[in-house]
């Protein structure tokens, strides 16, 4: 076998290697990605349910007590509280899970 035979015989091998290697390398996975939609809705839920739980204990306290509403609002008021609590919290962690991505997709390159 001459030299030039030799080389291009190698660089064929070497792009089988290539394409074989591609092929197995692991698909990333649709369901570990949540798209900005998946996310709002979240936030809302949590919004939402925080204002729910403190309208529902409100309103129970002041229907147990016989009270002007004023249990109403002020658990109106903290459940909405811990729900901006809540979607603030999530926000964070979709921030800092978005940063470690950017971070491992730098240190590849």
């Known amino acids: 076998m001459t030299d030039p035979d030799q080389k291009r015989q190698m660089q064929q091998l070497e792009a089988k290697i290539a394409a074989a290697k591609a092929a197995q390398a692991p698909k990333p996975r649709a369901d570990e990605h949540y798209s900005q939609a998946n ?3 979240r936030m809302v839920i949590e919004l939402v349910a925080g204002l729910g739980i403190g309208f529902g204990i409100g309103y ?3 229907r147990l007590l016989g ?4 249990f109403l609002v002020l658990f109106t008021m903290l459940g909405l509280a ?3 609590k809540t979607m603030l919290r999530t ?3 979709i921030q800092q899970k978005q940063l470690a991505d950017k971070a ?3 240190e590849r390159v």
């Open 39 to 41: 996310v709002a809705w």
């Open 60 to 62: 129970g306290l002041d």
């Open 67 to 70: 009270t002007i509403p004023i």
């Open 82 to 84: 811990a729900g901006v």
């Open 91 to 93: 926000a964070q962690e």
């Open 104 to 106: 491992s997709d730098d």
